[in-house]
């Protein structure tokens, strides 16, 4: 069964396998699934607070440097005279390229990053603790706030701690600054940086050469222009029988007092869809007189209408039956693709930690599951 909320954000619900088998234990598989409506003609687009925390440590001497610079240059002429922008280096010590400013005038702002001269070591906390503070500090009414922290190593001074980085990146988002994480070349700390990225509701990109650095750069804010939803959450409560085992996607979650599961989704774009995908667990072997098998809240800030909290709730019904139904198609593809995608992850950090039998038996399995699967959908699947 399909459940749809027609209130701006469209959300779908279904189960994988459509029907509950009465007197068993079993597995089943939820999908949500989070449609907006395509961006419309805003009298005035939602002013954009950017913070960029830039990486000059020796590493990133050369054609690293030049490129970002470049990058960093073509992003001020991108944005508008609505919007405000911040820049810090650092490296041993921390730059303060630009503090915050209305690019109403552009070109001294660009004469500033092109001073940008690499140093020593890398104090990742201290560039971007001094960017963050700078964006949540913009007295800028309905402004979407957002870090980019680009460095191509790992943290030598200050704090060096991955748990510290989360927290940090925790506090933030909930005072509505976002951090998106850059990792370039081949000695950073992926693992730190997705961590970062994941729990402060921006994204996590790699970049290889120094010719790619402007198109994340252009990647990331394009999508921020065409924001509709931040700070998206989803609130699921369980029938007294159910409870969640995983979920599949990397969204940061927490269990609640209530019993209740809280998951972060981060921020939706125009004309786009999220979809996150559950693993739960159903007693059916004692009596289910529960109507609902789980209750959906979802609340989010409207970009479209000036930062209101939406909010709407639905319900995924129990239906039982004697015997095991067919599994939705959809769900199905919807798992493979999430699962698939998490364990790429857990194995690359098993790879780093030297562990590659563990890693290889993981990828193994995962690929015989898709290959079990391909004909549903071999367009998605296949690559």
């Given at each position: 069964m399909i459940l749809r909320i027609v209130c701006r954000m469209e959300i779908e619900a279904k189960l994988e396998k459509p029907t509950v088998v009465t007197g068993t234990r079993q597995i089943n598989n939820l999908l949500i699934k989070m449609k907006t409506p395509p961006a419309v003609h805003l009298p005035q687009r939602q002013p954009l607070v950017i913070g960029l925390a830039i990486d000059k440590s020796w590493s990133m001497k050369g054609d690293k440097m030049e490129a970002t610079i470049e990058a960093a240059c073509s992003l001020v002429n991108w944005l508008t005279r609505h919007d405000y922008l911040t820049v810090i280096a650092y490296s041993a010590d921390v730059q303060v390229v630009q503090p915050l400013i209305q690019l109403k005038e552009k070109s001294a702002v660009i004469d500033k990053i092109r001073s940008i001269q690499v140093a020593t070591s890398t104090n990742l906390?201290?560039?971007?603790?001094?960017?963050?503070?700078?964006?949540?500090?913009?007295?800028?009414?309905?402004?979407y706030k957002r870090v980019i922290l680009l460095t191509d190593g790992q943290?030598?001074?200050?704090i060096k701690d991955p748990v510290q980085f989360i927290q940090i990146a925790t506090d933030h988002i909930s005072r509505g600054v976002s951090t998106t994480t850059i990792?370039?070349?081949?000695?950073?700390?992926?693992?730190?940086l997705r961590d970062i990225a994941v729990n402060g509701g921006g994204n996590f990109y790699y970049v290889s050469s120094p010719e790619q650095t402007s198109e994340i750069f252009f990647r990331e804010f394009?999508?921020?222009?065409?924001?509709?939803?931040?700070?998206?959450?989803?609130?699921?409560?369980?029938?007294?029988?159910?409870?969640?085992?995983?979920?599949?996607?990397?969204?940061?979650?927490?269990?609640?007092?209530?019993?209740?599961?809280?998951?972060?989704?981060?921020?939706v774009r125009a004309d786009d869809t999220r979809n996150i995908v559950m693993s739960l667990e159903i007693d059916a072997e004692k009596p289910m007189d529960a109507s609902d098998?789980?209750?959906i809240d979802v609340s989010f800030y409207n970009l479209f209408e000036k930062m209101r909290l939406d909010k709407a709730s639905r319900m995924v019904p129990l239906v039982k039956s004697a015997t095991e139904t067919e599994s939705d198609k959809?769900?199905?593809?919807?798992?493979?693709?999430?699962?698939?995608?998490?364990?790429?992850?857990?194995?690359?950090?098993?790879?780093?930690?030297?562990?590659?039998?563990?890693?290889?038996?993981?990828?193994?399995?995962?690929?015989?599951?898709?290959?079990?699967?391909?004909?549903?959908?071999?367009?998605?699947?296949?690559?």
């Open positions: 906390s201290g560039g971007w603790l001094q960017t963050l503070r700078a964006v949540e500090s913009a007295g800028i009414p309905n402004a943290a030598t001074l200050g990792g370039f070349g081949e000695d950073f700390n992926e693992t730190s394009g999508d921020i222009g065409a924001l509709y939803a931040q700070a998206v959450e989803l609130k699921l409560k369980f029938a007294p029988n159910v409870k969640m085992l995983e979920i599949y996607n990397d969204y940061p979650f927490q269990s609640n007092d209530d019993g209740s599961i809280s998951i972060q989704s981060g921020d098998l789980v209750s959809e769900v199905v593809v919807e798992r493979l693709v999430t699962s698939s995608a998490k364990t790429v992850i857990k194995a690359g950090r098993l790879i780093k930690e030297n562990d590659i039998g563990m890693a290889r038996t993981l990828l193994q399995a995962a690929i015989e599951r898709v290959e079990d699967n391909i004909k549903l959908s071999s367009d998605v699947l296949s690559p």
